[in-house]
Every structure is written in structure tokens, then in C-alpha cells.
């Protein structure tokens, strides 16, 4: 028997993301949405799909969360997603409910299972899915600093007229406008983008990638971005249930790393069987330190709504 993943969602993000994983044909999906027959539907035009790309994964749709019965990693992906000019933090209030009742649907039928959470504001979310399932700090994770990092490389990618392959980077901190691009240990094939680029510009690129998910947002004007958030939630997934042992950008309650305590932070991490095994600390420059202590005094504004 193959080991189970479940989505909670079947919107785009967490519908793309059910089809980027039954492509890895490495464990077989469950599919929840409370719009009845959505997640059924797409689930079977995912299972179709499969003879002419060629993976044997098997694909179950539904309302109900019996289907995600032994997960070994359940994504959430449910709540609404941001219209023009709606920051992540005014979502709290909508999706917090959500939140809540779907983490406590899937814990009791996984209780064994890693959450990766999706749903914005990511930081408040995941601090959220924590306290409601009683779980481990390292058995919640949320999908942030992945996507905010891929943002960050493509950007200078295209600026540098390289292979994003050969960008090197992190962003830490806050998913939202408080992120912390890490300046000093972005680098182009070895090279300190700082060789490369003007300090102005590199600033007109950081603020880009902040403001990244607002900038689809104000294209698409009826939804929002869900190629790279739902890659960046497969690669979370694939680490996890597949063991890969990665280390990547992800938001965790922090304990004392960094010099920050109670507060859930997009930090590196080591992600693999049963969740995050290490916190990964990077040298920050001064300057770097004091942003990411601002963008921590910020989630805590947010978090602080919760109910």
C-alpha cells in the first residue's frame, strides 16, 4: 500500500497542487472541498490523466474527510483567497474560522500526520493549525519563505539574464509585506549579487518580491497567484513523505532561534519524515537582524487577532 497525501481545498492552488503530486507518482491523494462534487470531479480528471502522463497514482475526491483517513501529510489550502487591494492579514478574520475546522477534521483522522499550511496569512494560519491540533511545533509547517525565495530568484534571474538555477538565496521572515530577502547570502554562481548589481536596483528587486503576490493579484483582479504557491507546497510535501531531508524556507513557531521565541517565522529548515527535524540559523548582517525583528513585531500584530 502506498502512503496517502490529503489536500483540503480543491480551489486552485490546492487542486494544482494535487496534480503537480499525482505526477511525482510517489503516494496516492485524497481530495476534500466543501462545494460538493468539485473535488470529485477534478480528482477524476486527474485519475484520467494519468495513462497518457504515466503515473499509476490513485486519486479520491469528496466532501467528506473519512477519505483522508491515515495521512501521512495533509496540505490546507482552504479559505478565501485575496481580491484587489486586500493585504494577507485582512484575510484573519475570514479564514480563521476555516482554518480551525479543518484542522481539527483532519486530526482525527490523521492524527499521526504533518500539516503544511497555505492558507493566508500564512504566519497567523499556521500559528492557528497549531494551537488546534495540539501537534509539535515541528509537525506544522507553513508554505512561505519557498515561494517568497522562487519569487526573489526568478526576479534576479530575469534582471541578470541567467538560469534561476544559478541564483542562490533565502527569504526569511513575515509572508507578507515585512519579508526579509537575506542580501548577504544571495548569490550568482557563487558570485554576492551585490558584485552584480547596484544597491538601488537590488532594493527595486526586494520590494518586488514583497510585493509579489500582490502584483498577480492586481492582473488576475478575480483571484490570486497558484502555479508557484502550489509548487512550492509539492516540494514541501515530496521532502516530507519521500524523506528527502531538504532544507528549505518555511514558516515554523520559532523557540529561542534567531533570538525569537512564540512566534511562527519563515526560517530555513531540514524537512523530512514526520516534519522539521532542525532549524537552520544563517548569518544575518546587522541590518538584516533588525528587519527580521521587525517583521517578527508584525506577525505578532496579526497573530494577536486570533481568536
Known amino acids: 500500500m502506498r502512503r496517502k497525501v490529503s489536500i483540503v481545498g480543491a480551489g486552485n492552488v490546492g487542486a494544482t497542487t494535487a496534480q503537480r503530486l499525482a505526477e511525482l507518482d510517489l503516494f496516492d491523494l485524497a481530495l ?19 495513462p497518457i ?55 482525527r483522522r490523521s492524527p499521526d500526520a504533518v500539516l503544511v499550511m497555505v492558507t493566508n496569512p500564512l504566519d497567523a494560519m499556521t500559528e492557528l493549525a497549531l494551537r488546534a491540533s495540539g501537534l509539535s511545533r ?62 538601488s536596483r537590488l532594493e527595486e528587486i526586494v520590494q518586488r518580491t514583497r510585493d509579489g503576490g500582490a502584483e498577480i493579484v492586481k492582473f488576475l483582479k478575480t483571484g490570486s497567484a497558484y502555479y508557484a504557491p502550489s509548487a512550492a507546497a509539492a516540494q514541501m510535501v515530496e521532502a516530507i513523505a519521500a524523506d528527502r531531508g531538504q532544507i528549505l524556507p518555511c514558516a515554523i513557531r520559532l523557540d529561542g ?15 523530512g519524515a514526520g516534519g522539521v527535524s532542525q532549524v537552520v540559523e544563517v548569518e544575518l548582517t546587522p541590518a538584516e537582524r533588525e528587519e527580521l525583528e521587525r517583521s517578527a513585531q508584525a506577525v505578532r500584530e496579526v497573530t494577536a487577532v486570533l481568536p
Not at 32 to 50: C, I, S
Not at 66 to 88: C, N
Not at 141 to 149: E, F, K, N, Y
Not at 161 to 175: C, D, F, N, P, Q
Open 257 to 271: 532561534e534567531y533570538g525569537l521565541s512564540g512566534v511562527v517565522m519563515g526560517v530555513p529548515v531540514k524537512l
Open 138 to 199: 515541528f509537525r506544522v509547517v507553513g508554505m512561505a519563505g519557498i515561494l517568497d525565495t522562487a519569487r526573489f530568484r526568478a526576479f534576479l534571474a530575469a534582471e541578470l539574464k541567467v538560469s534561476v538555477r544559478s541564483v542562490e538565496a533565502y527569504v526569511l521572515g513575515g509572508h507578507g509585506d515585512s519579508m526579509v530577502p537575506l542580501r548577504g547570502v544571495t548569490s550568482v554562481a557563487g558570485v554576492p549579487v551585490g558584485r552584480m548589481l547596484s544597491a
Open 53 to 107: 502522463l504515466g503515473y499509476d497514482t490513485k486519486i479520491v475526491g469528496g466532501t467528506d474527510y473519512g477519505i483522508t483517513e491515515g495521512s501521512e501529510v495533509v496540505v490546507i489550502t482552504s479559505g478565501l483567497a485575496r481580491k484587489p487591494g486586500m493585504s494577507r492579514d485582512d484575510l484573519i478574520s475570514q479564514n480563521a474560522k476555516v482554518v480551525g475546522q479543518v484542522t481539527e477534521e483532519v486530526m
Open 32 to 50: 476534500v472541498d466543501v462545494v460538493d462534487g468539485l473535488a470529485e470531479g477534478k480528482a477524476l480528471d486527474m485519475a484520467e490523466a494519468g
